[in-house]
């Protein structure tokens, strides 16, 4: 885990801690990273109103029809995008193979003709470059 995220996790645990304590409540330590006010399992009804209400505070649209998978979606998108082997990523979300992990959850970032566009330009490059070194030959 990268160390800025351990830092704002054991933050997050001591206030969540403080928190219940505050509350007169028992803390019960499950090792959860967003537990209840106790310290306990979250059901996955109350895990989705709360990832939804974050959505609608942080201005998305339609947070009605989000769910807490576009997390991992996005968590395998951007590390992809970031030259991550897809092997590696498999493992860090728990897949035996990359089958699943490219099929399923691989998404691009960018937008596949864009991509498409810069490869041609750079096979064939482009009508300025051509034009400026004169190496443009007439058809």
Known sequence: MPRQTVVVVKEHKRREQAACRAAGKEWSDERLLFPTETGELRSALNVRRNFRSLLKEAGFE????WTSRELRTSFVSVLSDHGIPIEVISRLVGHNGSGTTERVYRKQLRPVISEGAEAMDDIFGDDDDAAED?????A
């Open 134 to 138: 004169g190496s443009r030959e007439e």
């Open 62 to 65: 339609n947070p009605e029809e």
